[in-house]
């Protein structure tokens, strides 16, 4: 059975391109100065929670994962963003950072300063179409946590996160997916990587994840995966 989110802000997603009638991409456009570009390796920290917020990121490319601390000092991913999405937009609100970013691997990110994306959205309100759908976007990413990655069987929870990463790293309609390690599978989802490891093994052994040769990262082949999504275990 489809969730919530894929009837309705899944389409949503597929349908935002950024492209709209009130004025140029905003993403070209204000994430241009290679003057503000920085690099980021694996287990690099972008911000931390309680973190002022002065600048706007934008991803050119690789992932950040948003992680929250729990009493007993185990991290949670909370949020994954990949290439094209901004974070720092609750700045706008005068908010602090809510949650540690860290990239996954090798990221890159131009940012703008705070002050002048809020002078940019006063100069030029059809701008605030675009961070809005970025919001929309995070907002939806936040019902997807919930509604997917905590609820139901391990091994449909491990299938639909399978799903969302093969999206969010290579866009729609993919049969193909860059893994993260089993470890932080296992702080998106809340159990234990043994857990993980297990369904993992268990989907390379039904070939419903095949390596993918001769590429530098580890990338796996996806087949029928949406069996294993509706799978009740």
Wanted: aromatic residues 10%; glycine residues 6%.
């Amino acid at each position: 059975m489809e969730s919530a989110y894929q009837d309705n802000t899944f389409v949503f997603e597929k349908q935002s391109n950024f492209d709209f009638d009130d004025g140029p991409n905003i993403d070209s456009f204000v994430f241009t100065d290679l003057k503000n570009i920085r690099h980021f390796r694996a287990k690099d920290v972008i911000y931390h929670k309680g973190d002022t917020i002065d600048k706007v990121y934008f991803i050119r490319f690789g992932m950040i994962k948003l992680l929250s601390y729990l009493p007993n000092g185990r991290a949670r991913i909370v949020r994954l963003h990949a290439k094209g999405h901004w974070l720092g937009l609750e700045g706008l609100l005068g908010r602090r950072f809510t949650h540690t970013a860290q990239a996954v691997g090798d990221v890159e990110v131009v940012y703008r300063s705070l002050s002048s994306m809020n002078q940019l959205l006063r100069d030029n309100p059809g701008y605030n179409t675009q961070v809005l759908q970025q919001i929309f976007r995070q907002l939806a990413q936040a019902d997807r946590w919930i509604a997917e990655f905590s609820t139901g069987g391990i091994k449909s929870r491990v299938a639909r996160l399978l799903d969302f990463l093969a999206k969010l790293e290579f866009g729609e309609s993919v049969d193909r997916v860059e893994l993260l390690s089993v470890n932080e599978m296992a702080d998106v989802l809340g159990v234990t990587p043994e857990s993980v490891s297990r369904v993992m093994a268990e989907f390379k052994r039904n070939n419903t994840l095949s390596k993918i040769r001769d590429t530098p990262v580890d990338i796996f082949k996806l087949d029928s995966l949406q069996l294993q999504i509706e799978s009740q275990l």
